[in-house]
């Protein structure tokens, strides 16, 4: 990014795999002891005998996500970042209830097939799931996108299309209708991320973000329904078939899904989502490169998703701000862990840097909102 604020589109997509980084090394001597002893995912994978081997999914910025291989048998292991963890966040428990059933109801889901609470084999919990290959569009098109036609607004319409089908589930149909709490469910939401907030707040400059959390709280709209929510849904953690933008194959990172009002998952998509009106002063985070894609415009995007679920998006931009403000206390997160010395990853070190313009975007949100 330039001093300007203007991103540039990358040159190329980002490796979907790398050598593990630095310091994120694992047991793997104990892990492949373990993971070979368990009937169920022996079972599950079709045999785990195979000479062992690890790559590391590099590009999210919390859980630390790998590919394990035992020859030609692959799965995807998932475990919290290393030090302090906010209370309830990385919640590798509630991430294998929900994929180890949504699967059934959810296509998109992939399937866990293994829970691991002996925080002896790798530090934490952790869970392991089957590998789905696939695309993911990180600030461009893929190579197998690129030549299509309209390729970028198909894959827009594909994203929106599978958060209103998971909007639409029913929990009871695959077993989750006991997953969280949904009565209060946006206002305790407001409330935890303040305390998070207060949690790593530095000693000055937060000012902001405590006005931000006050006004939303002072504002949080009643729901009209209660829906499985992803709490982190965006574009890049849904994956695509190579050439083939009409569909998301597989969404990614549910260890904060829940039940509530659907309308926090919009608002995230919205809160990650470029539009031609942004400025360089007032734009979102997304992946450089982004907002030259093509994707449809955000008013496109609760319109679509207006008409595939039949709910209300008017208000939308309530749950884009909280959305924002969410995003700013992670970061702040994130650039805490880093300055304790608990990640070793230097991108950790850049995101404090965003916690400002983003608890100012929040804020000129809300006043659109008012």
């Not at 009565?183 to 207060?198: I, L, M, P, S, T």
């Not at 939308?316 to 995003?327: G, N, Q, R, V």
């Amino acid at each position: 990014m330039s001093d300007r604020g203007v991103v540039e589109p990358p040159a190329s997509q980002p490796p979907e795999l790398a050598p593990v980084r630095p310091g994120e090394d694992l047991d793997w001597d104990r892990l492949a002891s373990y993971l070979r002893r368990d009937r169920e995912l022996r079972a599950a994978v079709g045999g785990i005998d195979g000479p062992f081997s690890v790559e590391q999914f590099p590009n999210g910025s919390a859980n630390l996500t790998y590919l394990v291989h035992f020859g030609d048998d692959s799965v995807v292991l998932r475990r919290p970042p290393f030090g302090k963890i906010a209370p309830g966040a990385h919640d590798m428990k509630r991430e294998y209830r929900v994929l180890s059933r949504l699967w059934r109801c959810y296509p998109a889901a992939p399937r866990a097939l293994h829970l691991c609470t002996d925080r002896d084999i790798v530090g934490s919990d952790f869970t392991v799931m089957e590998y789905r290959r696939g695309e993911v569009m990180w600030g461009r098109l893929t190579p197998s996108m690129a030549t299509l036609p309209d390729a970028a607004r198909r894959v827009g319409a594909a994203t929106i299309k599978a958060l209103a089908e998971l909007h639409l589930v029913d929990p009871g149909s695959c077993e989750l209708d006991d997953l969280g709490r949904p009565d209060g469910f946006v206002a305790r939401q407001v409330e935890g991320w303040a305390k998070r907030w207060e949690l790593v707040a530095p000693q000055s400059g937060g000012e902001l973000m405590g006005e931000v959390a006050a006004r939303l709280a002072s504002s949080v709209p009643d729901p009209q329904r209660v829906s499985i929510l992803h709490n982190d849904f965006k574009l890049d953690n849904c994956q695509f078939h190579p050439g083939a933008p009409d569909e998301v194959s597989a969404v990614f990172d549910w260890d904060m899904a829940t039940l509530g009002d659907p309308l926090i998952d919009l608002g995230t998509v919205l809160n990650y989502w470029p539009d031609p009106s942004d400025t360089p002063d007032d734009r979102p985070i997304t992946p450089p490169g982004l907002e030259h894609m093509g994707l449809p415009t955000r008013a496109e995007v609760v319109e679509q998703y207006q008409g595939q679920t039949g709910l209300d998006a008017s208000g939308a931009s309530w749950y884009e701000a909280f959305a924002c403000f969410k995003t700013a206390v992670v970061l702040q997160q994130l650039y805490a862990r880093w300055l304790r010395g608990e990640s070793k990853d230097p991108r950790m070190g850049e995101r404090g840097a965003w916690v400002q313009p983003m608890a100012r975007r929040a804020a000129r949100i809300l006043e659109r909102n008012l």
